[in-house]
Each structure stands twice: as structure tokens, then as C-alpha cells.
């Protein structure tokens, strides 16, 4: 599956911004998804992860409670929506694909990665 992820940019903190991840190429659900991010000189973290259904959802403790998660399968598509950033959520986010059943945090259970997107969040 090809996965290829929108929606950032610079923003202020406090402010909000949705993240796209559009995949193509295999049936969509049949994974599960993940976001990822990576700010510089810092490994890849774990921000989000949906079920293939969308039934079971994992945050990472640091955007708990900003983050909401969700996908739709008719448009083969999962999104991030983060609110109430901070200068810390500046990173390139990652969409990532996993066969596994369930929700994962562990990178090593993505088998398929999008090119990431830039998020900016300006103090």
C-alpha cells in the first residue's frame, strides 16, 4: 500500500490543524494506522493509531486529550487532528500502515510508510 500524508504547516501555538494520509495501491482496511512523528535530532515516536475498523484508538500521553484520531475506509483515508499545539508537536509527521490486528505503538509493526509532512508550531 502507498501512503501519502497532507495538512501541515506553520501554525501558532494553540491553534489547530488536521492531517490527511490518503493510501492506495491495497485494501485500505485491512490495516491498521498509525501516526508518527519525528522532531530533529529526536527518534520517531508513536503520536496515534486506529484499528482497521476505527474501534480501538491509541495517544501517545503526550497529545492525549488534543489528538483525535478517525478514518474512513469508503475514502481510503485516515486523519489526525491535533488542537491546542505547542512549539514541542514540531515535527515531520509520518503516516504508517500495519497488517497486524489491533492497534500498535511500535514502529517496527508498520510495514508501509508515507514521505511525512512538516508541522511548524511557532511560541
Known amino acids: 500500500v502507498q501512503l501519502q500524508a497532507f495538512g501541515g504547516g506553520l501554525v501558532q501555538a494553540g491553534g489547530s490543524l488536521r492531517l490527511s494520509c490518503v493510501a492506495s495501491?491495497?485494501?485500505?482496511?485491512?490495516?491498521?494506522m498509525g501516526w508518527f512523528r519525528q522532531a530533529p535530532g529526536k527518534e520517531r515516536d508513536v503520536v496515534a493509531a486506529?484499528?482497521?475498523?476505527?474501534?480501538?484508538?491509541y495517544f501517545a500521553d503526550s497529545v492525549k486529550g488534543r489528538a483525535t484520531i478517525s478514518r474512513d475506509n469508503a475514502k481510503n483515508t485516515v486523519y489526525l487532528q491535533m488542537n491546542n499545539l505547542k512549539p514541542e508537536d514540531t515535527a515531520v509527521y509520518y503516516c504508517?500502515?500495519?497488517?497486524?490486528?489491533?492497534?500498535?505503538?511500535?514502529?517496527?509493526?508498520?510495514?508501509?510508510w508515507g514521505q511525512g509532512t512538516l508541522v511548524t508550531v511557532s511560541s
Open positions: 495501491g491495497r485494501t485500505f482496511s485491512n490495516y491498521a
Open positions: 504508517a500502515a500495519s497488517g497486524r490486528v489491533g492497534v500498535s505503538r511500535s514502529l517496527k509493526d508498520y510495514d508501509h
Open positions: 486506529i484499528s482497521w475498523s476505527g474501534g480501538s484508538k
